[in-house]
Every structure is written in C-alpha cells, then in structure tokens.
C-alpha cells in the first residue's frame, strides 16, 4: 500500500485518534512544513503533500488555517490562536481564549496572580465527539496558563502502561514571536519542592505547550493542590500563584470524568471547514464535496489545515504559511515547493507550473506534480497564491493517475472562482468586512 493511498484510508475512517501523539511523555513537534518532506514510505509509492516552504531565512511553519483572501476581501489574515492544528498535535489545537492579550511581550519573571475566574469546559472534534476539557486563566504577569486533560485512548493505555488521562499545560506568552517547533526543556516545579524537567513544543508565536509526566502520581496529586507553580526555560521563570486552582482542577476532572462517561452535554462542534472557504468549494461547483475530519489525524497525515474529498479518491487540501520578504516572489516560492516535494517521490518525478498571475488583490500561479513510480503514478494539481501581506495559500489536489482528470478540473475550478475574487476592488478601508475563518471552538465555559 503506498502512502498516498494509507493517506485516504486515515482520512476516511478517522482511524488516527488525536489522544496517541498527545500520550507520549514528551511532545513531539509537527511535521507537515518543517524541514525535510518526508520519504514516500517502504514501498516508494506517491507524493507525500505538502512540501517545505522556505520562509526566507527558515522553514515556516503553518499558520492557523486562515480563509483565503480573495474570498473574504483582501488578504484577510490567519485566524487567531492555536490550532488547531493543523498541522499540529491536538493540544496544540487548543486555543488560549479567555486571557486578555497585551500589545507588548510580558516581564515573565514577575510572580503572577489570577486576574479574573478560571474558565473550565470541554472541546469537541469537528465530527463532535469529546475530544478534551481545558482549564485556562489570565495571570496580572501577562501570561496566561490552559491546562488540557486528554484521553488516552485503550491500546496506548495497555501498550504505555498509561492512566486513561494526561494533563498538559499551554503557556500563553503574548508578543513573544517565538518561531514554532521544538522548544526547550522546561522545569516545572510545586511549591518550590517537587520537579519535574520535560520537553517543550512551541505550537505558535505566542504559545508553548509542555506535558507533565502521567507515570509521577505524586506530582500530578500534588498539583490539584498548590499554591505556586514555577516554570524555568533556559532564558526565563515565571511563577503562578494557582489562586482557586483546586476548585479548578476538580472541575478540570468532573469535566473530563463526564464527558468520557457521556453524561456531559458537549458544545456544537466548530465547522470542518471556515464558511467562507466552504462558499468557495461551491461557487467552484464542487457542492459534492466533503470535508475530512483533519483534527482526527496525526499530524503526519494531515493533508492541510483543511481537507476534503472529492468523489472517493481524491484529497483536497488547504494551508497557508507567513513568508518573509526574503523569500522572494511567488514564481520563486512555486519553484522551490515544486523541487521540495521531489524529495517525496522515490520515482520519476514530473513538475509543471503555469504563468505567474498578477491580479488585483493577490497574486497567484497554478502547477501541478506527478510521481510516477513500480507501484502506480500519483498526482496533484497546485495552486499557490500570495496576499498582500504575504500570506501564502496552498491549495492542492491530490489523487491516482486514473482520477487526474477530476483532480485538474477541481484545482481549474477554484483556481477561476478566485481569479475573479481577486480582480475585484476591495471594500473600501473602514468598510465592514466578513470575519476570518473560526478557530477551533472551545465552547461553553463554566465560570470559576
């Protein structure tokens, strides 16, 4: 089986649960964009969507699954918080919500108290199933702090010798503009006694995720009960004073205890796909197609921030990235993407790429890829365009040789709805444009 076709089945049945990356003791960083693209697997077999895209002075990360602008009026921006990942680990998906976010990067050595009440509630996975309960709050330092309790689903249980919960802990660190991926190791430590030392991973600029330790009961029953938690990097401590965290962390487990028991009415589940992108599916004709439950998968198969099935084998897909000016213009960004995902293709390797098109509000040039290998041929139409504010969005359809055709007439179809979108003036400034594409919803919040 190729890795294209393992790629459909996942999408499909949803077999990936989100708890198995999140039970490891350590989180992992993504890899959709970073580095590399990876090996199209033992058999060699199709491309492996998307490919790096050189930043300027790095590889970028993907951006939080923004709506494309010419859709929305021009270069509407990623929607704000972390995602939801994308392309990343369901905790990553988790947005930091309720903290109020300052203009400038916060003094985190400053001890910081509880502003406000701590906010307690599930999240649903687009298909609206329970996918975990959060405990967040606003600290006068600045930071913010979200503690996620996750199940781990059976098989890890019984492979790991793991509890059917783990916790992990955001960090909210407004203005900090780290570059995400793997962050540093992190101390955390109760009460100025216990500690413990984990790997971290920055899930977006102003967010850092770390996991406690499920195997140190000790620590875990001692957390439901502080007073300070302190948290050292290399470069920085800041300290919490947990002001009403144990009523916190008992709601943060009646919550989880539940919801996993089906006693607990779980909130609406946030849209598949942003409305106004889903618009543009339909204006391009494609009113058959369906989305895919991408907050499902693992972060290895993740076609895109978004996805979604055109008739049974063909897999659409949306992201975006933020680029630098040193990154160059759009023709020079299609060219490098086109030569990244040859690293994917274990055989030959065909690329095309139509004119650079320079519209109104953005500009836009079409492409497509082929891997022609002893297992089959594998296909993608391409579309990249890039906004204003350098936004870059990636629009792709992937599919068998023998459903080509239906993959070119997809990516020519949207590629004409947005032509049009981006040849028209934009809203005049100050005039009320639609809102970007929702965040992961967290739902209903319980007032501490």
């Known amino acids: 089986m190729s890795r294209f076709t393992a790629r459909l089945l996942a999408a499909g049945t949803a077999l990936v649960l989100a708890g198995t990356a999140l039970a490891q003791t350590t989180p992992q960083p993504d890899q959709p964009s970073g580095g590399q693209a990876p090996t199209s697997g033992s058999d060699a077999g199709g491309l492996i969507l998307p490919g790096a895209i050189s930043s300027g002075s790095s590889v970028a990360a993907p951006q939080q699954a923004p709506v494309p602008g010419p859709a929305m009026g021009p270069a509407a921006g990623p929607a704000a918080g972390p995602s939801a990942g994308p392309r990343q680990a369901p905790a990553a998906q988790a947005p930091i919500a309720g903290p109020a976010a300052p203009t400038a990067a916060p003094a985190a050595s400053k001890v910081g108290t509880v502003t406000g009440n701590w906010q307690v509630g599930p999240q649903v996975y687009t298909d609206g199933s329970f996918k975990l309960c959060e405990a967040q709050a606003s600290f006068d330092n600045g930071l913010a702090l979200v503690f996620l309790a996750l199940p781990v689903p059976q098989a890890e249980q019984q492979a790991k010798k793991l509890p059917p919960k783990i916790i992990n802990l955001v960090i909210g660190v407004p203005g900090a503009n780290m570059p995400p991926g793997q962050g540093p190791a992190v101390k955390l430590k109760l009460d100025g006694k216990l500690e413990q030392t984990r790997g971290s991973q920055i899930i977006q600029p102003n967010a850092i995720m770390t ?72 204006d391009a004709g494609l009113k058959d197609a369906h989305p895919l439950p991408v907050d499902k998968m693992s972060p290895q198969e993740r076609p895109g921030d978004f996805a979604w099935a055109v008739q049974k084998d063909v897999i659409g897909s949306l992201r975006s990235v933020g680029l630098k000016p040193e990154a160059g213009d759009l023709e020079k960004v299609m060219q490098n993407y086109l030569d990244s995902l040859s690293k994917g293709c274990q055989g030959t390797y065909t690329p095309t790429k139509g004119k650079l098109e320079k519209l109104l509000q953005i500009d836009m040039q079409t492409g497509s890829a082929s891997c022609k290998t002893d297992k089959g041929e594998f296909y993608a139409n391409l579309i990249l365009y890039l906004t204003k504010d350098r936004q870059l969005f990636i629009i792709s359809h992937e599919a068998p040789a023998a459903s080509k055709a239906v993959a070119e007439n997809a990516g020519n179809a949207i590629a004409g709805v947005l032509r049009k979108k981006a040849n028209e003036p934009p809203p005049a400034q100050g005039a009320q444009q639609p809102a970007p594409g929702p965040r992961p919803a967290a739902g209903p919040r319980k007032q501490q």
């Open 211 to 282: 996991g406690f330790d499920p195997m140190d009961a000790n620590f875990t029953k001692a957390l439901l009960t502080a007073n300070k938690l302190e948290v050292s990097s290399p470069n920085d401590t800041a300290t919490f004073v947990l002001k009403g965290g144990t009523k916190a962390f008992k709601d943060l487990n009646a919550c989880f205890d539940q919801a996993v028991a089906g006693k607990l009415q779980l909130p609406a589940p946030p849209p598949a796909i942003p409305p106004a992108f889903a618009q543009l599916l339909i």
